[in-house]
Structure formats: structure tokens, C-alpha cells
């Protein structure tokens, strides 16, 4: 498969649940991001990677928590979540940190809902 | 900072027909680049086409064009001949900075629809 892959493409979890969002870049970029996309709310950056090194934490609350363990891979664990984290989770990749022109390649998305 | 908006909740097209899609932006930084991506309902984000801030002509992809109006801080994206296919949300987002992360800041999406 190519591109940008994420799984599970739906997951619903408890308050008190435990779970991961995978993430899977088959494009030898380096930089890996995490966006959340909530309902009527624009597009949020939430983590980004670069060579398997955080370089930002957009305040994102500590119940998310990433892990890069190599330049292809990108992990969210996620615990003790509310309601209101409920939303589309995207991953994305690019060559490198720095500005590029084709943008980044987003994979389909995690859809979450907290109950 | 920087911000984008994007200001038609919805708009609609009927089959083969140009539709224009409206972006402005706000960054005090005088290099930047500009972003259109569409989102089908299957959720994942496809770029379309890029324009940069020292770019001399207006970026062009096939179908889709960009009128970029540098002194507006406009950055409109053009779809002519519309197809079914272009049914989706459009996003349009601006980075900033030469050297810093790639940090793409995104408006609140215009939902096209096409009708045949």
C-alpha cells in the first residue's frame, strides 16, 4: 500500500478505555504530523515529528500521547478521553519540516467517538 | 500569526461549470505559501495545488487554478468544468517562514456540491 495509511478507520471508546491511532508513511518523508478535525472547527495541529524527534506540542492536553518509534511510523495513544475529543483524527507526512510545495499527504483519518 | 478565511459555508455548481472558492489571509510574514486541499466525504485530505508568496504567475493543475491577488490577500481556487467528482469540503491553509516546521494553519472549508 502507498501513501499514508491509518487504523482503525472508526473507533469508539469508553471514558475509562485505553487505545492507539496507528499511522503508516510508505513515502520516505520525514516528518510526521497529527491533526484533530472537529466539527465546524477548522483543522488542529496537534504534534509534529521530525526524524522520530517531537519538535511541537501545539498544547495538546497529556490524556493524548504520540510516539514516533521510526521516521515511517506515528502512534496516539489515547486515555481516560471526554466526549468533547470526539473528531476526525488525521495523520500527515512530508519531506522535512521545512516549507515544501507539495504540501503534505494525509492519510483518511481516524473517526473517534468518546461515549 | 497567521489565519485563513474562508467565507461560503456551502456552495453549489451545476455539472461542467466554473465555480470560484474563496480564501483571504492574514500573516505578517513576507514569505508564505498557500494551500488548497479537498476532502471527500471518505475523510482523507488531497492537495490540489500549491502557490507560493514570491511566485511571479498564478498556479495551475489541470482543472484547478488559483487567483492569487497578493495585494487582496486573496488566494481564490478555480475549478473550471466541474465534475460529480468534485463534490467534497475544500480547505485552504497557509504556512509560514522559509525555515520553520511546516506548520499548516487551515480555514473552516467551503462544502461544494455538483449537480448534474
Known amino acids: 500500500e502507498t501513501g499514508v495509511t491509518q487504523t482503525p478507520r472508526h473507533l469508539v471508546m469508553g471514558m475509562t478505555n485505553k487505545k492507539s491511532l496507528k499511522c503508516e508513511q510508505h513515502?520516505?518523508?520525514?516528518?510526521m504530523y497529527w491533526y484533530k478535525q472537529s466539527a465546524k472547527k477548522p483543522l488542529e495541529l496537534m504534534f509534529v515529528?521530525?526524524?522520530?524527534?517531537?519538535?511541537e506540542n501545539n498544547s495538546v492536553p497529556s490524556r493524548f500521547s504520540p510516539e514516533c518509534p521510526n521516521s515511517s511510523h506515528l502512534f496516539l495513544h489515547l486515555h481516560t478521553l471526554q466526549p468533547e475529543d470526539s473528531a476526525l483524527y488525521l495523520c500527515?507526512?512530508?519531506?522535512?519540516?521545512?516549507?515544501?510545495?507539495?504540501?503534505?499527504?494525509f492519510g483518511s483519518g481516524t473517526r473517534l467517538t468518546v461515549v | 500569526a497567521q489565519k485563513i478565511t474562508q467565507t461560503q459555508p456551502g456552495m453549489f455548481v451545476q455539472e461542467k461549470e466554473a465555480v470560484t472558492l474563496d480564501c483571504t489571509y492574514d500573516?505578517?510574514?513576507?514569505?508564505?505559501?498557500l494551500f488548497w486541499y479537498k476532502q471527500p466525504s471518505s475523510g482523507e485530505m488531497i492537495f490540489l495545488i500549491y502557490?507560493?508568496?514570491?511566485?511571479?504567475q498564478n498556479a495551475t493543475e489541470g482543472r484547478y487554478s488559483l487567483n492569487f491577488q497578493k495585494a487582496r490577500k486573496s488566494a481564490n481556487l478555480v475549478i473550471s468544468a466541474s465534475q460529480l467528482g468534485d463534490s467534497a469540503m475544500y480547505f485552504c491553509?497557509?504556512?509560514?517562514?522559509?525555515?520553520?516546521?511546516?506548520?499548516?494553519?487551515f480555514g473552516q472549508g467551503t462544502i461544494l456540491t455538483v449537480h448534474p
Open positions: 500527515a507526512s512530508s519531506q522535512s519540516i521545512l516549507r515544501d510545495i507539495y504540501g503534505y499527504t
Open positions: 513515502l520516505g518523508h520525514n516528518a
Open positions: 515529528y521530525s526524524l522520530e524527534e517531537r519538535v
Open positions: 500573516t505578517s510574514d513576507p514569505s508564505y505559501g
Open positions: 502557490q507560493g508568496s514570491y511566485d511571479q
Open positions: 491553509a497557509i504556512t509560514t517562514g522559509g525555515t520553520s516546521y511546516g506548520k499548516l494553519t
